[in-house]
C-alpha cells in the first residue's frame, strides 16, 4: 500500500530563495511588473522601501564591529610591527592600483557616452521624479565641480562627535574612527580588551544572521524595488547599462589576471598548481556572493596548498578582505565613471583624483556588506562630484545580480593578492 506522503507535492527548500534562479526570476518578474502593471508596482513599493531600510540598519554595527576587531586583533599579535610596515606599504599602494586601472579603463571604454537621445531624456525624466534638488537634463553639461569638492570629502570623513555620526548614518566618519578605535584597542594590554573584542565580534555575528536572514526577503525585496522604478521611467534605461555590463567584467577578469600572476610569482610554485590552488576560492566567489564564506578557502589555498606562511596568512587574509574590499572599489571606481559619462562632466585630473580616492573610501565602508546594501556607498563617491545617486540606483540594482559575483570574486582573489605581498612562503 502506497503512503499518503508519496502523493504530496515534495516541500521546497526555503534556501532556494537565496539561490541565483530566484534573484534572476525575481528581476525579470520586477522588469514585467514595473513595465505593463504600473498600479501593482505602487502597490508593493512600500516593501522594497522597507527592505532597503532593513539592510542600512546593519550597515554602522558592522563596520563598527569588524573593522575595529580586525585592526585591534592585528595590532596584538607577536609580529605585528613587520606585519603593520608591510601592510601600511601594500595595502595603500594596492587599493590605489585597481582603483587607478578601473577608472582609467572605464575613461577610455566609455560606456556612458555616445547614448542615445532618447534613452538620456528617459534618464532624465527620472532624476526629476527622484526627488533630488538638481534642474538639469542628462543632456546638457552639468555644473563644474570646484576645489572645494575635494574639502567636503576630507571634511566629510573626520567625526567631530562618533555618536552623532552613528545616528546620522555618516559612514564615512564612522568608518575613521572605527579604524583610530581599533589600532588604539591593539596598543592596549591584551588581558584588559579581550573582552570587548569577544563582545565585537558577537555583534557582527549577530547583525551577520540579520544579514543572512534578509537575504531570503531577497527576492521579493529587489522585484518590489526594480518594479516601482520601472513603473516611474520605463525599460529603456537598462539598456543604457549593456556597455557598462561587459566594460565592469572586462576589468575584473584583468584585475583577476593581475592578481593571480602576483601569487604565483610570490608563492614560488608552477603556474598550474597555482591555479589548481586558486580554483576553490574562485568558484565559491562566484557561487556564493559572500566573501565571509569564501574566507576559509582563500585561507587554505594560501596556507596549504601555497605554502605561505600560516600564521600570516591567517592574520592578514581576513584583514585584506575585509579592509580593503577591492571589488567594491574597482566596481565603484568604474561606476562613478559611467555617471560621469551620462551626465557629459569633464573631471579633468582633480576630478578624477576624487572618483580614484573616494572608491577606495566609499569601498572600505562596505566591510562587512553584500548586495544591494553596497550600492549605496556609491553615493559616497558621487556626491563631491555633484552627481545624484537616486537617479541612476536603480539601474545598478537591475544588473546587481550579475555584478555581485564578480565583485566577491574581486574582494577574495585580489585580497589574497595582498596577502601574499605581505606574507613570506615557508621554506
Known sequence: ?????????????????????????????????????????????????????????????????????????????????????????VFPLSLLGVSAIAAAIAALAGPGRNLTTDTLQTLGVLVNQSGVDLEMALSGPLPEASGSDVNALVNSMVPDNIFAALSEGQTLK?????????????????STTAALFDTLDSLYQAFNKVIYGLTYLLPFGLCSLLAYQLSQVGIEVLLSMVDFVVVAIATFALIYLISTLVIWRRSGAGLWPTLLALKDPTILSLATSSSLVCLPAAITSLSDHLRFNSQTTNLVTPLAITLCRFGSVVYFASATLFVVQLYQRDLGLAGLGIVIVGSILAGMATSGVTGILTLTMLGLVLDPLKLPLEAVLVLFIAIDPLMDPFRTLGIVHTGMAATALVAERER
Open 1 to 89: 500500500m502506497v503512503p499518503l506522503k508519496a502523493y504530496l507535492p515534495r516541500r521546497v527548500s526555503v534556501e532556494w530563495l537565496r539561490s541565483p534562479w530566484a534573484i534572476l526570476i525575481s528581476g525579470g518578474l520586477g522588469v514585467l511588473i514595473g513595465t505593463t502593471q504600473p498600479q501593482v508596482a505602487l502597490w508593493i513599493a512600500p516593501f522594497g522601501t522597507l527592505y532597503l531600510g532593513l539592510l542600512k540598519m546593519c550597515v554602522l554595527p558592522i563596520l563598527l564591529a569588524a573593522i575595529t576587531n580586525s585592526l585591534g586583533r592585528l595590532m596584538q599579535s607577536h609580529d605585528a610591527r613587520q606585519y603593520v610596515q608591510r601592510i601600511v606599504v
Open 174 to 190: 564612522v568608518l575613521l574612527f572605527a579604524m583610530i578605535f581599533g589600532v588604539s584597542l591593539g596598543l592596549v594590554k591584551a
